[in-house]
């Protein structure tokens, strides 16, 4: 079956650095991977989508890369700062799913400090 | 746009009790999705439904939980009887058709004691 790793449960970095988060996935190539931002008691915000066939996307101070060669997509957040603090997801595809399912990694909360 | 609505927010039962969590999608949005968040398992589908038909249900725990969609601006799932073990944040969330953004509601936190 397959697998979704986020490698890092936290990440804490100092307001103004870039956060670099990863996803790492296994066992089939998807069309397309996507990244969301979670709040406490807040249900995931989508942010990003990137397909296959798109080796970078930027949004405003947002960047994903999707290298299907490696099956990792990373996610990188420049100047950041301390609103930038949240759990982010990465979510893509299930093999053989219907369209619009998706399977969710376990996230990795960043921490900006002032 | 009031975005996607769940109630109740919050849901405090004993074991044995039947509950029901409620969602109203997006207006014109036709795919339905329930979530189960865990801090062990993380975010993990339920059911899927696409213009009110159940499509993918295979990531219903057991027969102690159904999902209705009875139209397009209204789905429920209910768990009946509860158990500890089913104490999770859960989340709605709906697409459009075509489209593969998702949006969620800001979920139903479920204690059963």
């Known amino acids: 079956s397959q697998k979704i790793e986020q490698n890092s449960e936290a990440l804490n970095i100092q307001e103004g650095k870039t956060a670099t988060l990863t996803c790492n996935y296994t066992?089939?190539?998807?069309?397309?991977l996507q990244w969301y931002r979670q709040d406490p008691g807040r249900g995931p915000v989508f942010l990003l989508l990137i397909r296959e066939n798109e080796k970078e996307k930027r949004k405003e101070r947002l960047k994903v890369t999707f290298d299907t060669t490696l099956k990792q997509s990373l996610f990188h957040i420049t100047a950041s700062q301390p609103a930038d603090s949240a759990t982010y997801l990465c979510a893509l595809p299930p093999y053989g799913g219907s369209q619009g399912n998706l399977i969710f990694g376990k996230g990795t909360k960043l921490s900006v400090k002032p | 746009d009031a975005g996607v609505i769940q109630s109740p927010r919050h849901e405090v039962t004993e074991m044995g009790q039947e509950v029901t969590l409620r969602c109203k999608p997006i207006?014109?949005?036709?795919?339905l999705f329930w979530y189960r968040q865990t801090m062990m398992r993380g975010l993990e589908l339920l059911i899927y439904?696409?213009?009110?038909?159940?499509?993918?249900d295979s990531g219903m725990p057991e027969d102690r939980f159904s999902a209705k969609m009875p139209n397009a601006s209204f789905s429920t799932l209910k768990i009946q009887p509860s158990e500890p073990r089913d104490s999770a944040v859960y989340f709605c969330?709906?697409?459009?058709?075509?489209?593969?953004?998702?949006?969620f509601g800001p979920g139903t936190r479920l204690t059963v004691t």
């Open positions: 207006s014109g949005h036709n795919s």
């Open positions: 066992n089939y190539s998807p069309a397309y």
């Open positions: 969330a709906s697409s459009f058709e075509g489209a593969y953004e998702q949006y």
């Open positions: 439904f696409n213009n009110n038909v159940p499509i993918d």
